[in-house]
């Protein structure tokens, strides 16, 4: 298959993390017949190929590969109609609404003509493809897994997220370049009873609406304006019937932050407010809070930054790289980075249809634009898979040999 058919496939064949059966199996093959070495099964479902061509610098280059439960309506002839089962046990739709399909479909695409190409170039690289990203876990497995160990181990990483900026241009940003993210569970311990006699109860529910409602001063309040850091609380689950007042309530909160000690007075902050409002509704038992994902803030390597934008400009034109600055997006990435014990330059790489971005921008409605994680997100193929091959490529012969 060329790189379209691939693409397609995979974007029409989907997996959940830790479930990327299918997935790895496709790129397995297409490295094999390469004639690289590959290992599969590399924390759960993750697939690492070496390719060696003498001595020379080692080169790390990383895609990640799962899918996100979200049913797609873009209408593409190659719409995904997966579904697949949650950690929950549930049946749910599944899509690449976050572009990983395009993220390995390039790193194939690199890994392609770095092989073609062998002759230009001296060293190894290690292509990492890694699982479940969306669960912040997949990173950490290959790392618990062994990668530093197993194989050559690289002197720089390197790797791309698409992004809706307009295709054809990619985004390099020295330092913090990804926000740190924290989930966190939260669940107030109400009394339940009749919806008739609110008196005998303690309503979890007015509880959790009060909560939801503080949050929203800790970035108006309590973080300083030239700071980046959202708290969003993406549910409340709390009762199953008109009249009933339930016993709990359970809001799911998510947090960004871009530097340690601001994360650490956010997280403070939020569970002040859920306490102070847990007490003044009465109740009696102490709020549960648990911390199911945590993220670091994904740090470029400055010097090693600067050196692979020199080397994305010379192959893309200075025009098509710029520094958009940091985004509020989070990626494990950096922990294959921290494992390796490597520096790390991760850049956006732009997905969406160039005049319908440039004509967004020139109406001041681009937050209107389908992006990661919409059921609507579709990065346009071409530029986007040309330029990601690119990047890889000219980003990768940056740091082998000559």
């Known amino acids: 298959m060329n790189l379209t058919e691939i693409y397609q496939d995979l974007h029409a064949h989907p ?18 017949a ?22 020379g610098p080692i080169v790390g280059l990383r895609a990640d590969i799962d899918a996100l439960p979200v049913e797609e309506q873009t209408g593409l002839a190659y719409a995904s109609t997966a579904r697949g089962t949650d ?18 479909t390039c790193l ?7 092989v073609n190409d062998r002759e230009a170039w001296t060293g190894t690289v290690v292509a990492y493809f890694q699982p479940a990203e969306e669960l912040g876990a997949g990173a950490q497995a290959m790392v618990d897994d062994g990668i530093a160990e197993r194989f050559p181990k690289p002197s720089i990483v390197l790797g791309q997220h698409v992004s809706p900026l307009p295709a054809g241009w990619v985004s390099v940003h020295a330092g913090p370049a990804m926000a740190g993210a924290d989930s966190m569970t939260v669940t107030v311990h109400g009394r339940g009873g009749h919806g008739s006699r609110p008196e005998a109860t303690i309503d ?43 016993d709990t309530a359970t809001l799911m909160i998510s947090v960004r932050s871009s530097e340690p000690q601001q994360r650490e007075r956010v ?36 010097e090693a930054t600067e050196r692979t934008r020199a080397a994305l400009s010379k192959a893309l034109g200075n025009d098509a790289v710029i520094d958009f600055g940091a ?7 950096g922990r294959i980075a921290d494992g390796l014990g ?28 389908p992006s990661n994680h919409s059921s609507l997100f579709a990065p346009v193929m071409e530029p986007t898979i040309g330029t990601g091959v690119a990047a890889l490529v000219s980003a990768a012969r940056e740091w082998l040999g000559p």
């Open 327 to 333: 985004v509020t997006g989070s990626e494990d990435v």
């Open 34 to 55: 390469l004639g690289m070495e590959v290992t599969e099964g590399v924390g759960g479902t993750g697939v690492v190929g070496v390719l060696a061509n003498g001595s």
């Open 204 to 246: 979890p529910v007015v509880t959790a609406a009060a909560i939801t409602m503080r949050l929203q001063t800790v970035v108006s309040r309590e973080v300083a304006a030239a700071q980046s850091v959202v708290v969003t609380v993406g549910a409340i689950q709390a009762g199953n019937k008109h009249n009933i007042i339930p």
């Open 15 to 32: 997996e959940l993390s830790f479930a990327e059966h299918r997935t790895a199996a496709i790129i397995a093959e297409h490295m094999r």
């Open 87 to 104: 950690p929950d046990g549930f049946d749910v739709p599944v899509m690449h609404a976050c572009g990983h399909d395009i993220h390995i």
């Open 342 to 369: 490597a520096p790390i330059c991760y850049w956006l790489l732009g997905g969406g249809d160039p005049e319908t971005v440039f004509a967004a921008l020139a109406s001041g409605d681009i937050d209107a634009l």
């Open 108 to 114: 194939l695409g690199a890994l392609e003509q770095l």
């Open 267 to 302: 997280l403070a902050a939020i569970e002040r407010i859920i306490r102070a409002e847990a007490q003044a509704s009465g109740m009696t038992q102490e709020p549960t809070i648990d911390y199911p994902q945590s993220l670091p803030v994904l740090v470029n390597d400055p």
